[in-house]
C-alpha cells in the first residue's frame, strides 16, 4: 500500500529546523543564509530562473527514451530541468576527501584519492557548492517529491545544514551500516564502517510517498529501522568498468522501493557508474543521469544496457484511427 504522509507527521518541529548561531560558524559564502539572519527561510523552492535554457540532448539515451544521461556540470544542467518535475533524486555528492590520505584495499595501503572532482576547496566553499546544487534539486523536485543524499562527516553535516537553510523537510536519517569495512591501518582511529544517508521531502508542504507495507514485508513483517547493514558492491556489480565510489544495487533499490511513487521520474546529478540508473529502470522507473567524466556516461550505459535489455528496443508504434 502507498502511504502519503501528512505534512506535520513525523516532522521535526520548526525550532529544530533553524540553525543555531556558532561563533566558529564559517563566514557566508554568497547566496548562502546566514544563521544571523534569523529562522532558516525557504530560499528557491519555487523560484524559476528569468528565461530558461532548455535541456540539452542527452549525450546517451535509451531507445524507449526511458534513460537519459547528460555529460556535464550538474550546476548547469539541472537549472535546465522542467521546474516539479522529478519525482525523486538521490545524489552522492563529492566528499571531499581526495587530499592526499590513504586507505587499505586489498590488504595494501593505497591512496584515497578519486580525482579532482572529489578534492576539497575549503569548508566555505564546499559547502557553497553544496547550497547551489541542493538548491536546483529541490528546483525540480515535484511538490511531494523527496531526495537522498549520501555522506560520511567530510560532506553530511554542510549537506543537513544546507538543506534546513533552504526549507526542506527533513524525513530520516539512515545509517548505512558496511559489514566488512577496509581496517584502519593507522590503528589511531575506529575502524570506519558507515555511511548516512538524509533523507528529505521538497518542503514543508510535502505530502511525500513512503511505501511502508512494502519496506515491512522486505523486513520480515517488522518496520523497517533506520539502521540498514548492507555490504559494498562485490565484483558481480563491477564486471563491466570500476568506479572509485560505486554503491551497492540493494541500497538504491531498498530506498527507491521506499519513496518512489509508481512510474517515476529518479534523477542523480552525480550519476558516477550508474547505480541509481540500474536500480531505477529494473524497478519500471525513467532515470535522467549527470556527470562529469565521459568514461562513467559509457560505463553507466553498459551497465544500464546489460540490466534491462529492452532498453536498445524502440515502443511499438500504436496505430491511432
Ligand atoms: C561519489 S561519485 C558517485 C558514485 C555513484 N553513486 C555510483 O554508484 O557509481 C560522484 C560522481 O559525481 C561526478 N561529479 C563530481 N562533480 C560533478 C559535477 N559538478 N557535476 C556532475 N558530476 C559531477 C564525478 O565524476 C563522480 O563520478
Redesign the pocket.
Known amino acids: 500500500m502507498l502511504q502519503s504522509v501528512s505534512a506535520t507527521e513525523t516532522a521535526l518541529p520548526p525550532s529544530d529546523l533553524r540553525a543555531s548561531a556558532s561563533p566558529k560558524a564559517p563566514a557566508p559564502a554568497p547566496g548562502v543564509q546566514t544563521p544571523q539572519s534569523g529562522p532558516a527561510r525557504p530560499t528557491s523552492a519555487r523560484a524559476t530562473t528569468p528565461a530558461q535554457k532548455p535541456l540539452p540532448e542527452p549525450t546517451w539515451r535509451s531507445a524507449d527514451n526511458r534513460a537519459r544521461l547528460y555529460k ?4 548547469e544542467i539541472l537549472e535546465r530541468i522542467p521546474a516539479e518535475s522529478v519525482d525523486v533524486i538521490f545524489a ?4 571531499f576527501l581526495s587530499n592526499g590520505g590513504t586507505t587499505c584495499r586489498a590488504g595494501k595501503r593505497t591512496s584515497v584519492d ?2 579532482a ?1 572529489d578534492k576539497s576547496n575549503g569548508v566555505e566553499e564546499n559547502h557553497a557548492f553544496n547550497h547551489k ?1 541542493l538548491s536546483a534539486c529541490q528546483r525540480a523536485l515535484k511538490p511531494n517529491g523527496t531526495m537522498w543524499v549520501s555522506g560520511t562527516g567530510h560532506v553530511i553535516y554542510s549537506v543537513g545544514y544546507a538543506m534546513q537553510q533552504l526549507g526542506f523537510k527533513m524525513l530520516n536519517e539512515i545509517v548505512w551500516e558496511k559489514p566488512n569495512p577496509p581496517p584502519n591501518l593507522s590503528c589511531r582511529y575506529f575502524t570506519h564502517a558507515t555511511e548516512t544517508l538524509l533523507w528529505a521531502a521538497k518542503s514543508r508542504k510535502s505530502r511525500h510517498t513512503f511505501n511502508y507495507d512494502r519496506m515491512r514485508e522486505m523486513n520480515d513483517g517488522k518496520q523497517m529501522k533506520t539502521v540498514w547493514r548492507l555490504t559494498a558492491p562485490g565484483q558481480k556489480e563491477k564486471l563491466l568498468g570500476r ?1 572509485p ?3 551497492p544495487i540493494a541500497l538504491l533499490e531498498r530506498l527507491l522501493l521506499a519513496s518512489c511513487p509508481d512510474n517515476s521520474l529518479v534523477l ?9 540508473g540500474v536500480a531505477a529502470v529494473t524497478l519500471g522507473h525513467s532515470y535522467m543521469g ?4 565521459q568514461e ?1 556516461i559509457d560505463l553507466t550505459q553498459a551497465r544500464l544496457l546489460d540490466a534491462v535489455p529492452s532498453l536498445r528496443e524502440r515502443p511499438a508504434l500504436q496505430v491511432v484511427r
Not at 549527470?290 to 567524466?293: P, R
Open positions: 556535464g556540470d550538474c550546476l552522492d555528492p563529492p566528499y578519486k580525482g572532482w546544487w568506479h565510489t560505486q554503491k542523480d546529478p552525480f550519476n558516477g557508474s550508474g547505480t541509481t549527470i556527470d562529469l567524466e562513467y
